[in-house]
């Protein structure tokens, strides 16, 4: 079993819909938490960063950790075709020990939004 | 200039073959990383290093090695490139302290 889950869809949803993308994880170590967004023939890039369980909310995109779960959260309210990407999930232990610093990403969901 | 700049772009090569892919970055940062992309995988990761003296196996290092010849630069080698080893090849760097990545464009390998 893998140490984090993501459903790879692909989800494709119509423009201004809400967008929900989900990840759990086994690994009750993981503290820090992050989505990443990649657009086609690029590289992953950072879109959002939570430590422990929470809320955190940057303009349309709110993103949600609950440890007790272990199941993270990210959500695009009024979605526009420019959100059209794969999105991460990735996430890595509290400071210190051998996997200080290192993600362990999912296997990333394919979004496109049609006008 | 891009902060993670890896070369080539797209490689095609043959089985047996020895390959290397580069990777530089200007972030300053020490860390730096060599992840695989393969469909419905995911990343996942090859090796790492914490600074110039320090290098890592990650999940799937087998048929890899690297070499990190100054805080800059972190090379990827194929000692003897094999089909399943033809998949999207990311570099990466953090800052100590950070757990966001800056990551390259990426290098398209396919081995024939």
């Known amino acids: 079993q893998k140490e984090v889950e993501q459903d790879p869809g692909p989800l494709s949803v119509p423009e201004g819909a809400i967008v929900s993308l989900n990840c759990t994880y086994s690994n009750s170590a993981f503290q820090y938490f992050m989505w990443y967004r990649q657009y086609s023939r690029k590289g992953p890039e950072l879109l959002m960063y939570?430590?422990?369980?929470g809320n955190k909310e940057d303009g349309r995109f709110t993103a949600q950790v609950d440890k007790s779960s272990k199941y993270i959260s990210l959500f695009i309210r009024d979605s526009q075709p420019s959100d059209s990407a794969t999105y991460l999930c990735?996430?890595?232990?509290?400071?210190?020990?051998?996997?200080?610093?290192?993600?362990?990403f999912g296997q990333g969901t394919i979004l496109t939004v049609h006008p | 200039d891009a902060d993670v700049t890896q070369t080539p772009r797209n490689r095609i090569t043959k089985t047996g073959k020895r390959i290397m892919l580069e990777c530089s970055q200007t972030k300053g940062h020490d860390r730096m990383y060599w992840y695989r992309q393969d469909p419905g995988l995911g990343l996942r990761l090859i090796y790492y290093s914490f600074d110039v003296k320090d290098i890592n196996k990650g999940e799937i290092s087998d048929g890899y090695s690297v070499s990190r010849q100054a805080q800059a630069k972190f090379s990827l080698s194929l000692e003897s490139a094999i089909p399943n080893q033809t998949a999207l090849y990311f570099c990466?760097?953090?800052?100590?302290?950070?757990?966001?990545?800056?990551f390259g464009s990426g290098t398209r390998l396919t081995v024939v």
């Open positions: 990466a760097t953090s800052g100590q302290g950070t757990y966001g990545y800056t």
């Open positions: 939570t430590y422990s369980s």
């Open positions: 990735a996430m890595t232990p509290n400071a210190g020990g051998t996997s200080y610093g290192k993600l362990t």
